[in-house]
């Protein structure tokens, strides 16, 4: 009886070995475990490493793109325009005449300025007539009144005839004065009519035609703008800069400009200006003005007005261990198993949570905590917590956000030719 039960153990025994050996060499073992195990199904990920070399801060900012000189052309004489030989995107050099106005009417003032010139004129003769006999009078009146001939009061009437000559004669010395300065007037409006360009350009826009009548502006109405001409050589972003990154600008620091209408193009440039003046764009958000020059290709017109992104470098770190922004990320102490926590100088007390990365450890998944300092658009400084040459999970952001500690992972597999499976997301402010 015992030897058969005995027997009938060894056989059962013996069968689920086999099972158990079968399972395991076929691998369904390993699929039973990762059904039950999450961690232990591998999980494609990208792998990478802790680089040491150069990190340029920059501060981003959104502008647009305007010529450094530019000109609004308006006249500063109304009247009606007879002449205008050049039309918009013509160039022009320094001198052309752009607007011709009719002038018959200041021709005319300046006439007019002339003739009571010459009128002022020929009363400075009377005048000075006028003096000069009341000179001879009142010295005629002090002689007779002198051999007692004549009355004092013949005496102080002719002092008072003499003073009225004087003041006659300054008074049409004046008035020339204001004669010529109205000739000066009127010449400088009838040159007025005849409108240059003040240096070479293009013509970016033409807002009169022949034949309207412009109007000089006022204190509270703008005058009439006939162009605009600006010189497209010299281009420069205006780039509106928050009030929390304006600080650490300066003028002479290196730039990369990306404009929205040359998306596989990159642009360099440098800080001209940095406003002083906080300024209010239309949704009255704060911001200040930095103005970048552009290092304008030769064989490119930038035209005025496009849309730009401004990366300003603003400091420069060298030969520090990096890794990308996005492999950073925030984790609970509290998740973080206790090896890892445990007399971890970088994770600093009473925190809640701590920035990891996760490591390869022979095939698993690890969080390390780390400290990090600056960042750019893609990598950022680890100045704690990981070596050079370490190999870390650096993607995709959508298994980063899953990764746990002990999670078996493994590279992710290239994507065959024609897939159209939307990639992983490969950015991430994590860490920033």
């Not at 501060?59 to 500063?76: D, H, L, M, N, R």
């Not at 102080?156 to 049409?172: F, G, H």
């Not at 000739?183 to 022949?210: C, H, M, W, Y």
Request: charged share 30%; net charge negative; proline share 5%.
């Amino acid at each position: 009886m015992w030897k058969w039960l005995l027997i009938s153990l060894v056989l059962v025994a013996g069968m689920f070995g086999a099972a158990f050996y079968f399972a395991h060499e076929s691998g369904v073992l390993k699929k039973i475990e990762e059904q039950f195990n999450p961690k232990a199904k591998p999980m494609e990920v990208k792998f990478g490493a802790v680089e040491r070399g150069v990190l340029i801060r920059t501060i981003s900012a959104p502008g647009q793109i305007e010529p450094k000189t530019k000109v609004e052309i308006s006249a500063q004489v109304s009247a009606r325009i007879i002449e205008m030989p050049f039309d918009e995107n013509d160039q022009v050099k320094k001198g052309d005449v752009v607007v011709r106005l009719d002038d018959r009417d200041l021709r005319a003032n300046v006439d007019a300025a002339n003739a009571s010139l010459r009128q002022e004129e020929a009363r400075l003769e009377g005048a000075r007539a006028g003096l000069a006999n009341a000179e001879i009078e009142l010295k005629r009146s002090q002689d007779l009144v002198a051999s007692k001939d004549a009355a004092p009061a013949d005496l102080d009437a002719a002092r008072l005839e003499y003073s009225r000559a004087e003041s006659n004669l300054r008074q049409v010395e004046h008035a020339i004065e204001i004669a010529r300065a109205n000739i000066q007037r009127a010449e400088k409006d009838l040159s007025n009519a005849v409108i240059s360009a003040p240096f070479d350009g293009v013509i970016t826009a033409r807002n009169a035609e022949v034949g309207e009548t412009v109007v000089v502006g006022t204190l509270n109405n703008p005058g009439s703008v006939i162009m605009e001409i600006a010189d497209l050589s010299a281009m420069l972003v205006k780039a509106r800069v928050d009030e929390a990154n304006i600080a650490p600008i300066q003028e002479s620091q290196g730039a990369l400009i990306y404009i929205n209408a040359y998306p596989d193009r990159r642009f360099t440039g440098k800080v001209e200006h940095v406003g002083l003046k906080r300024m209010l764009d239309r949704e009255n958000t704060p911001y200040f003005e930095a103005e970048v020059l552009i290092d304008r290709p030769s064989d490119l017109v930038l035209r005025s007005g496009l849309t730009a992104n401004v990366d300003i470098q603003v400091e420069t770190f060298a030969q520090v261990l990096k890794v990308p922004t996005q492999a950073v990320l925030d984790r609970a102490v509290d998740e973080l198993p206790s090896d890892v926590t445990k007399d971890n100088p970088v994770i600093e007390a009473g925190k809640k949570f701590t920035r990891v990365v996760y490591i390869d450890q022979d095939g698993k998944a690890k969080p390390v905590p780390v400290k990090i300092g600056s960042s750019d658009d893609t990598h950022t400084v680890i100045t704690e917590g990981l070596s050079e040459g370490a190999k870390i999970v650096s993607g995709p952001f959508k298994a980063l956000s899953k990764l746990q500690n002990g999670q078996a992972i493994t590279a992710e597999l290239p994507k065959k030719k024609g897939d159209s499976k939307p990639a992983e997301a490969t950015t991430s402010t994590a860490g920033k």
